[in-house]
């Protein structure tokens, strides 16, 4: 069960995440983004368009402040 206690949740639906390169050789940044479709209560993430459960050490490290404009 994820423990939204502390308020920190690592993923949302339709949140977009994108594969670790290592994982995804030869992929570029836009052939590893994917959308998710659901979080389960175990913390592990089911994508739109591609199967399988996957947690959170799959993808990079989300910045939340990347698209922030100053």
């Known amino acids: 069960m994820i423990d939204e206690s502390d308020g ?3 993923a949302r639906p339709e ?5 670790r390169a290592e994982i995804m050789p030869g992929k570029n ?3 590893r983004t994917f959308r998710i479709a ?3 209560p175990n913390g592990r993430v089911v994508l ?3 199967n ?3 947690r959170q050490t799959a993808f990079e490290k989300i ?3 990347r698209n922030l404009s100053s």
Do not use: K, L
């Open 8 to 10: 920190s949740v690592w």
């Open 15 to 19: 949140m977009s995440v994108i594969f």
């Open 29 to 31: 940044r836009e052939e």
């Open 38 to 40: 659901h979080v389960m």
């Open 48 to 50: 739109h368009n591609f």
């Open 52 to 54: 399988g459960e996957y």
């Open 63 to 65: 910045d939340f402040q």
